[in-house]
């Protein structure tokens, strides 16, 4: 059974930054696509970033130019380092890695942007 493990959500100023890590229980390398997704309390859960296995990356518009998705095959670990926050980026986080079909989630990690 695949697991993903997120960290390094927390508190964040205004234009601040945080980097949060999802580490795989296996070769990230398996994984058709990897990606950071977010949802709010009520909300469906939307595209933050994706890069699938040949390193190409995808972002979402509201992201662009403040988030990079990046890895390394060796410590099993995608990160997704997020600048210039705002309040309007407070979200619960999730990695998600897919398999063809097969999707995998981790557990989130709170981001909060202090208004």
């Known amino acids: 059974q695949v697991q993903l493990v997120e960290s390094g959500g927390g508190l964040v100023q205004p234009g601040g930054s945080l980097r949060l890590s999802c580490v795989a229980s296996e070769n990230i390398f398996n994984f058709n696509i990897m990606g950071w997704y977010r949802q709010a309390p009520g909300k469906q859960r939307e595209l933050v970033a994706t890069?699938?296995?040949?390193?190409?990356?995808n972002y979402a518009d509201s992201v662009k130019g403040r988030f990079m998705i990046y890895r390394d095959g060796a410590e099993k670990t995608v990160w997704l380092q997020m600048n210039s926050l705002s309040p309007e980026d407070t979200d619960v986080y999730y990695c998600?890695?897919?398999?063809?079909?097969?999707?995998?989630w981790g557990q989130g990690t709170q981001v909060t942007g202090s208004p």
């Open positions: 998600k890695a897919q398999i063809v079909r097969r999707k995998y």
């Open positions: 890069i699938n296995v040949g390193g190409i990356t």
